[in-house]
């Protein structure tokens, strides 16, 4: 644990470490957040369904946000996609990517990465704002 906190304190390696997971889970998909605000239906996250690479793919494309850009500055989403992913050196990680573009990743040493991706361009997420 200790190194992995040295690790993420060096911002060079920091944007390697969470930039290449290694391996995916997915824990959910087409999942419906109740605590979120917006007019989605849980039929309408039926249609958002990520796959391992889509994940990949966005942690790799996606630029890094502060928390409170994360939490004010992006309409949200009710669907989402979540699970578990591993990155180099084998340390692991909780993720969640909604269907607006924004993800964040929890690692181990209780440290949280957040995100938006307007370069994704998969049609699985909204139209880019």
Known sequence: MTLLLSACSDSSFKKE?????VAVVIQKNAAWDSYTKT???KAQCGKFVLTARD???????AREESQRD???GQV??????????????????RWRIDQSRRGILMVENNQS???Y???????????RR
């Open 39 to 41: 007019d989605e239906t």
């Open 113 to 115: 990465y957040f995100f």
């Open 76 to 93: 949200m989403s009710r669907c989402f996609a979540e699970g578990e992913l591993t990155l180099p050196r084998k340390f692991k990680a």
């Open 17 to 21: 470490f969470v930039r290449h997971p």
């Open 55 to 61: 994940v990949k793919a966005f942690f790799m494309e």
């Open 70 to 72: 994360y939490a004010q």
């Open 117 to 127: 991706c307007d370069s994704c361009g998969s049609r699985k997420f909204f139209e």
